[in-house]
């Protein structure tokens, strides 16, 4: 016979936490903000092809930090929820915060149902028109679903470099200039990031209807100059 | 709907297809009544890409709809035209449009043009084997990778061929292949190739019941559609009326006639 030792539920989610966070933080984060016209994703991220930024649909963008493989399964997923809700009903009907709210459920589960947490931490964007709003809504592991009004922060690291962040963005500035300050937050005082090592999406208006856009290194050198 | 997960065995991949029927989003065609169909298009290579010329009628016992879009963009590079059941020819441009976003968006990386064409023929398969609401699509597009324009038509089983020349779908077929047969060279200008096109769309409508031709009276006139390396663009009604008028005028002066020519 088996023995089956007690632990307070108290401590299990402890645990669990401090296994997703630990996990996390192994990552580099991203800085997701809003700007005058449209919403940036500034990722530090060396690898061109394993990407933590992407589109979801016409106006709504997803981020992630932490096991790339749980991130992006998240990511498919979330493409595919979108393209299948438009398609049964209409592109207009896509929303971001409903997507959102189901990534909280499912990683709400996960942390207390699943065999271990996800080590993930995402983030759902919107780009407004005149029937919704632009919004960034944070997920983190444990299923917290946060509306962040101007910018967000996602990683290990993220208190640390949101400090950085809110000293340099006062209001809604340029494309330019909120990249400038995203990058300048993530690398921090004693550190500069070659250009090669960011990854940058965005959403804005261009007449087009679907609004993401990856910015490839030099049009990222450019902005930065 | 709940977050579409799935486990690596039964995952769908980049494929809306497959994602839509394991989540149950496809309906199965039904046996029951013929709707609106009756079409002809027309896609004609030239040398910096390919030209579409479509009508707009959609025919079932009666005119149904005079202002049909029988062309659509299906990305920036490719266009699809459609010819039998216009009910299912519309569902059928509207998942092959999706498909091709939802793979790009999946896997960051947009499918070749070759691939475009192949991923259509299991839908025609499946569609005109299990319904007689048949469809028959007409896909031309600029291939990035070759920088050419390329045409590819379907056969009613799903079987997908390429054209080096021509392509011609819908009732009015016999008509405007035999224009084009006649008056295509390989060497022709993007206004040759429109030109020729839309006569062809013209001697269809002419001869064809089904197929509707420019309508002075309502100003509707047949779509025009060019696909360069600027990619999928759509002539304005101006230019539609200018060409059409101008091949109007012509047979009016020769009461009817063709002449003997091609102009």
């Known amino acids: 016979m088996s023995n089956y030792f007690y632990v307070a539920p108290e401590q299990l989610i402890k645990d669990r936490a401090e296994f997703a966070q630990k996990g996390i933080a192994r990552g580099r984060s991203i800085v997701a903000a809003i700007y005058d016209v449209g919403v940036v994703m500034v990722a530090e991220n060396p690898s061109a092809s394993l990407n933590k930024i992407s589109e979801i649909y016409d106006r709504i963008a997803f981020a992630g930090v932490g096991k790339y493989n749980e991130f992006d399964r998240l990511r498919e997923a979330g493409i595919r929820w979108a393209d299948g809700t438009g398609y049964t009903y209409s592109r207009e009907d896509v929303d971001a915060r409903a997507l959102a709210n189901f990534y909280a459920q499912h990683l709400g589960d996960m942390f207390t149902e699943g065999q271990k947490p996800l080590e993930v931490e995402i983030l759902v964007a919107q780009l407004g028109n005149k029937f919704r709003p632009t919004k960034l809504y944070r997920v983190a592991y444990e299923g917290t679903i946060s509306d962040e009004t101007d910018f967000a922060v996602l990683g290990g690291d993220a208190e640390t470099i949101k400090g950085r962040f809110a000293d340099l963005e006062v209001g809604r500035l340029t494309l330019a200039q909120t990249l400038k300050n995203a990058v300048s937050a993530l690398a921090g005082p004693d550190r500069q990031l070659p250009v090669g090592d960011l990854e940058v999406g965005v959403l804005e208006d261009r007449g087009d209807r679907r609004t993401f856009a990856r910015l490839d290194d030099e049009q990222i050198a450019r902005l930065l100059a | ?263």
């Open chain 2, 1 to 263: 709907m709940g977050l579409p997960l799935f486990d690596a065995q039964s995952d769908p991949g980049p494929s809306f297809v497959r994602f839509a029927e394991l989540a149950g989003l496809t309906t199965t065609p039904h046996h029951t009544e013929l709707s609106a169909h009756a079409t002809t298009v027309v896609a004609v290579r030239y040398d910096g890409g390919v030209v579409m010329v479509a009508d707009r009628q959609a025919t079932s016992y009666y005119v149904a709809n005079r202002d049909v879009r029988k062309i659509e963009a299906a990305d920036r590079y490719t266009a699809l035209a459609i010819s039998g059941s216009a009910a299912r020819g519309l569902e059928f441009i509207r998942l092959a449009q999706l498909s091709f976003e939802h793979y790009e968006k999946m896997t960051d990386s947009a499918l070749s043009l070759e691939g475009k064409a192949n991923y259509l023929s299991p839908l025609v398969q499946r569609n005109n084997l299990t319904s007689t609401l048949v469809v028959l699509p007409l896909l031309a597009g600029w291939d990035l990778a070759h920088q050419r324009g390329r045409v590819f038509e379907y056969d009613g089983a799903g079987g997908c061929y390429e054209r080096q020349d021509f392509a011609v779908i819908g009732s009015g077929s016999p008509f405007a292949d035999s224009t084009l047969r006649l008056g295509f060279t390989p060497d022709m200008s993007r206004e040759d190739a429109l030109a020729l096109a839309a006569l062809a769309i013209y001697e269809a409508a002419d001869n064809d019941p089904s197929t509707g031709g420019p309508d002075f009276v309502r100003d509707i006139f047949p779509m025009l559609v060019t696909l360069t390396s600027e990619g999928f663009r759509e002539l304005d009604q101006e230019t539609a009326s200018a060409t059409f008028r101008a091949i109007n005028d012509r047979r009016s002066a020769s009461r009817g006639v063709a002449g003997g020519t091609l102009r």
